[in-house]
């Protein structure tokens, strides 16, 4: 089937740790996003990547970092520099003429 | 300045029974997108509805439908024959052409709850 997985499902940091988030897609997609969402927030936007080898900052891209080493994965790095990282995260992909987004199950990250 | 604004934090709506979410907009780039998602209680993001700023006729996908009034800068969605299962949060979203990464910027959300 095609479509976007997020692993893990629920992750638990502590507190100096840097974890790395799975988002991959098998629906041969350009462009791949990641977003956060607070409780009760929207979603906003840590960074996106519209070719390999190649990605932008988004509003809120401090204390994150990425690679776009495949066109299919785009995986997320919460750094320890990230000052709350606590939120739920989804990944997201899009076709070129960006009339669809397709998210992700995300990934609930937890510092403790 | 709020791009989205979704003036309604919650609202309810009995079974059967249509419902309008609303959603107004701000931008200058007379080429834009906008986005409305269902986000149920598991967390996922579900695509309901897509209008682009230059098509004629509002979008329509089965129950769901978009009112769009261009000059009034509104997008509402509206759902008709409401069902248990479209208790969830709502939220509106927009790409600009401007911003060639395709992001999507998003409202606050509105909880839908559907009443028997």
């Known amino acids: 089937d095609g479509g976007i997985t997020q692993s893990p499902k629920y992750l638990f940091r502590k507190e100096g740790q840097n974890v790395t988030l799975s988002c991959e897609q098998n629906l041969n997609h350009d462009a791949m996003y990641w977003y956060r969402q607070d409780p009760g927030q929207g979603l906003r936007l840590i960074y996106y990547?519209?070719?390999?080898?190649?990605?932008q900052k988004g509003d809120i891209a401090e204390g994150y970092s990425v690679s776009r080493e495949k066109k299919e994965s785009f995986p997320l790095t919460v750094t320890s520099a990230q000052k709350n990282p606590t939120a739920f995260y989804l990944c997201?992909?899009?076709?070129?003429?960006?009339?669809?987004?397709?998210f992700g199950p995300g990934t609930r990250l937890t510092v403790l | 300045a709020q791009k989205i604004t979704q003036t309604q934090p919650g609202m309810f709506v009995q079974e059967k029974e249509a419902v309008t979410l609303d959603c107004t907009y701000d931008t200058s780039d007379p080429s834009y997108g906008l986005f409305w998602y269902k986000q149920p209680s598991s967390g996922e993001m579900i695509f309901l509805i897509y209008?682009?700023?230059?098509?004629?006729q509002n979008a329509t996908e089965g129950r769901y439908s978009l009112n769009f009034q261009k000059a009034r800068k509104s997008a509402n969605l509206v759902i008709s024959a409401s069902q248990l299962g479209d208790s969830a949060m709502y939220f509106c979203?927009?790409?600009?052409?401007?911003?060639?990464?395709?992001?999507?910027?998003f409202g606050q959300g509105t909880e839908l709850s559907v009443k028997p």
């Open positions: 209008q682009g700023s230059y098509d004629q």
């Open positions: 997201a992909s899009g076709l070129a003429n960006y009339n669809e987004q397709f």
């Open positions: 979203a927009m790409r600009e052409r401007v911003n060639q990464g395709g992001k999507l910027i």
């Open positions: 990547s519209q070719i390999v080898n190649d990605f």
